[in-house]
């Protein structure tokens, strides 16, 4: 495996590429922006969503799973695998963090797999656009 991170890295940055672009055309989505001068290798891609109450949030989620695409939220109440907020640790005290809890109620996670051809992060976005008119449009 070491002998190939190099390519499989090149291959998730680019295909993290061709779904932000995608995903800049969404309304309510928000990308992080990256510095040009940042390495790094993409092999999931978050993005916010803004302005969408709890139950819309809950509806685009299970939207878009629904058709294929597993976007994990953060903004759950119970933690999902590794998709969790401070909320769900049981080895902290809870405490007020409002701030944080504005960030994690958009926030989504994708896992990219290095087997998407360009046409399947078409679909994708495609999906992810359908999926956010209808939670707007409802």
């Given at each position: 495996q070491l002998a190939l991170i190099d390519e499989r890295g090149?291959?998730?940055n680019w295909?993290?590429?061709a779904l932000a672009e995608r995903l800049a055309e969404?309304?309510?989505?928000?990308?992080?922006e990256r510095p040009e001068k940042e390495g790094y290798v993409a092999s999931s891609i978050q993005f916010s969503v803004e302005?969408?109450?709890v139950a819309h949030m809950q509806g685009y989620q299970a939207g878009c799973i629904g058709r294929?695409?597993?976007?994990?939220w953060f903004g759950g109440e119970s933690a999902v695998?590794?998709?969790?907020?401070?909320?769900?640790?049981?080895y902290v005290?809870?405490?007020e963090m409002p701030r944080s809890d504005a960030v994690m109620h958009g926030l989504f996670d994708m896992r990219i797999p290095l087997s998407l051809t360009e046409e399947d992060m078409g679909l994708i976005g495609q999906i992810i656009y359908e999926e956010m008119r209808k939670t707007v449009d409802d």
């Open positions: 090149e291959l998730w295909q993290y590429a969404v309304p309510h989505v928000r990308l992080p302005g969408l109450s294929g695409v597993l976007l994990k695998g590794f998709t969790s907020s401070h909320r769900n640790w049981e005290d809870p405490a």
